[in-house]
């Protein structure tokens, strides 16, 4: 008994004091929350979704509570909420294209289905901002509301048939196109082995991913954590073309990505290289800040050495 | 007292989000399922893919130099040489991304080689299946089957380098099924002689085989064998014939002639060697007393091929003393006394016992690969 109470005094002690020092130390302006210019437009169920869970860190309505003003705190949900916010805005949700919105979308279900959003940190702190199988259920439903078939899609042939034109007439590119983080086009992608094929009915495409030799070798010998330095992986990107008999066929050649393995040259990016280049002319994407947004969305599949599209038994 | 617990909260949980942050890439030792790769399909390049919704399945169209040849030529001509290779997997979710559908269980593989068919001046085919689950509606339809294959478009990719296979060069191998008791082979044996005088500088490697079905009629040749009888009936099911007969004359497993036929079997090697082969076949080897290691290292896609060691004595006499060449004294050149199929890996070695009358002269050593599906010959050589 005697013992208990003098543990209890002295905790109340180190609380009181610890309260009293902290108290005076509170940061006065954490983050600003700048005007709401252009707020995502979905169901409201969706949207109080949204609010509870994310709005924190990825609108322009963060609120700060006390104790996100703490010492330490207060630098860690600065930096978590710019950072979230270069990410995505759903207060300035307009000024993003169509296809971006619809793709942040997809990314936002399968970033919280793996358990990496919100951010396990944040909703230690904020239990309210969990987001339950239930929540999950109502995201997805709406996702699956905006699925568009795209069978028989007169454009899209088209599309098909002026590049394939295009790319008859015109020969090759000389030089080797060149990403921001130095990662080149690999012109021997072709002769590498097939990793696998997905077929994505968010976005409307169909993809084949290639190994080359040191991939191929570490995924047969189940050796992927880490990969080794010298893996590669290619993914050539395609629209789907549909013809209402359930077939799909490869449309337009929209894009080939690389992840290149190399622990020490990109330990930014989670021991991988990112890169991508658009169309027959092979453009580079983005920007140079490209690579870090593909890392952190390659977190989902950290389970498969970051690799999504590793062949799996379900 | 409640800004106190809040305080123990908030101390508490900036320890957990160090621990997390300091933790974000490490993977925990869950198993993972990696599935084992089916079809190994080095050496091939992808044409196309495609996905069939109703049926659950996604496909890969792969070929051979000389398909990718065809697809970037765009003549719109299919020609004898071209080998396509159709890889149909199921399709299951991709757990680590809703939105995504992934290659899953290997379902079929189906192959087709053309073939040049001389009798109607155009090209044949021929269609083999592995992996194949229970026979569906779908792939009974083999004309059907190889009408898709031949009629798939290549897809559009972006910039890559032709892969080279055509420094492979071409070759012959001529295969004689012939008989000491057939009146009709001794020809054949001739035009063996002279395919293997006319053509002493190039890849054209010719063997025969002394089958054992004329034994009965009254000669019995002592150098044929019940095993060569038997791989003369696999050419009749590889190359759709009826019956077996003497002299058949095979031109790189691809191709059947009567043994004599010489304008057509010249014609057919010619072809053959201009082509670019698929592997390549490398031979060394070691004799110890009676003992040959055969050494060998292949390039290319080896799947489903076996690799066959011809043990061939290069020059034989017989003096006929029954049967439909009697009172013949009849010649021979390359008989095979011996064929060993081996197991193929991208190399490796092999032992043969040596015949009592083996001499280093007199006998020669072939070595060619075969598909076991399509019978086609995809790399020969000689050990030097």
Redo the contacts between chains.
Sequence with gaps: MMKWSTLKIIT?LV??A??AV?AVSLSNEVVANPPVTGEIKVPQEVKQLLERACYDCHSNETNIRW?DK?P??SA?VSRDVQEGRKHFNFSTWDSLSANEQKSLL?EM??MA??GRMP???YT??HPQSKVSAADLTVL?NY?NTTIVSAINDTAKVQA?AK??MQ??QQP??GNLRVYYNGIQ?M?????W??M????????GS?R?MYANAIAMEA??R?E??PFPDGAIIAK?V?E?L?DG??????G??IN?QYMVRDAQQFKDT?GWGYAR?DG?A?KPYGTATEPSKCASCH??????GFV??????? | MV??M??????F??F??AG??SS??E??G?E????E?AF???GL??I????????GT?S?LYGNAAAMEYHAS?TGKHAAGESYTLAT?K??????????????ELQQLETVSLEPRPENAGTGYRISYENRRQASGATADTTGRVQTILDAKV???????R?TPVDNKGFALVELFTSEGCSSCPPADKLLEKLQQDNASQPVYVIAYHVDYWDHQGWKDRFSDRAYTERQRSYADWLRVESIYTPQAVVNGASEYVGSDETRIVKAVTSEVNKAADNTLTLTGQQQDRQLTVNYELTGQTRNKTLFLALVQKHAATQVMAGENEGRALTHVQVVRQLLPVEVKPSGHATISLPADYTKDGWELIGFLQHTGTGRITAATRLN
């Design positions: 109340g609380a009181t610890v309260v902290t104790y703490l330490i705190a860690i997809w279900y399968n289905n793996a951010l396990p940190a230690a702190i997805k996702l098909a590049q394939r790319q008859v090759q590119p086009h012109p021997d992608y072709h002769s082995q097939v696998s094929t997905t077929s994505r009915f968010d976005n169909m084949i995924i047969k189940k992927i954590h050539l395609w789907k549909e008999e359930g077939n799909v066929r490869p337009k050649f080939i989670d280049f027959p092979l977190k989902a599949a950290a389970t498969t999504f599209d590793l062949p799996t038994k379900n | 800004t106190y809040k305080a123990m909260q908030l101390v949980a900036v957990l989000a997390i942050l974000c890439n993977v925990s869950k993972l399922n990696i599935r790769y190994n399909d080095s390049q992808v196309t893919h495609w996905i069939n919704e109703k049926a996604m890969v765009d997997y399709q299951q979710d991709n757990t680590r991304w809703y939105g995504s559908k992934i290659n899953g897809s559009l990719f972006p910039y890559y380098k892969s």
